[in-house]
């Protein structure tokens, strides 16, 4: 089982690892889409095991996504306060939360945010990738039950 969410949460500079495993874990998840090389009957029992896997993946990259959103709000609130208390000039609620969000810290965060979900987006198309891969095995399946021995991808 892997801990990337522990070892994110403990140092936020472990991201960059974090991509890359979960980045080599999607080639071989597209590997494990195929239908070639094994029988039918083969990949029908793997799949439960590697849709099982790749959610639990997923689930992490998830509850990641989740912490640095958590992040970002604490982090734009304390700049926020900063803009509305120590700030020169009065500035309104709104303008204060425009400055927030030219902040370099903010703009790091957000768009490291928009990196890891971009890589849960990718989980994500794996994921229907199993639902295809499911849909077409147990349909060949059903054909070959039916006695259609022929039935081939």
Same mark, same amino acid.
């Given at each position: 089982m892997s801990?990337?969410?522990?070892?994110?949460?403990? @140092? &936020?500079?472990?991201?960059? @690892?974090?991509? @890359?495993?979960?980045? *080599?874990? &999607? @080639?071989? *998840?597209?590997i494990e889409l195929s239908l070639k090389g094994k029988t039918l009957e083969k990949h029908a029992a793997e799949l439960p095991g590697l849709v099982e896997q790749r959610f639990s993946q997923l689930q992490e990259i998830e509850a990641v996504l989740e912490y640095l959103n958590i992040q970002l709000k604490k982090d734009r609130s304390a700049e926020f306060k900063k803009f509305l208390e120590a700030y020169n000039k009065v500035l309104s609620s709104r303008d204060a939360e425009k400055y927030v969000d030219g902040v370099s810290g903010i703009v790091d965060s957000t768009l490291l945010i928009n990196e890891v979900a971009l890589?849960?987006?990718?989980? &994500?198309?794996?994921?229907?990738?199993?639902? *295809?891969?499911?849909?077409?095995?147990?349909?060949?399946?059903?054909?070959?039950?039916a006695g259609l021995d022929d039935a081939s991808i």
């Open positions: 801990k990337w969410y522990y070892v994110v949460t403990a @140092d &936020l500079s472990k991201i960059p @690892d974090f991509i @890359d495993f979960y980045e *080599a874990e &999607l @080639d071989q *998840a597209r890589l849960r987006n990718k989980f &994500l198309s794996i994921s229907k990738g199993f639902e *295809a891969k499911n849909f077409m095995v147990g349909h060949i399946i059903k054909l070959r039950a």
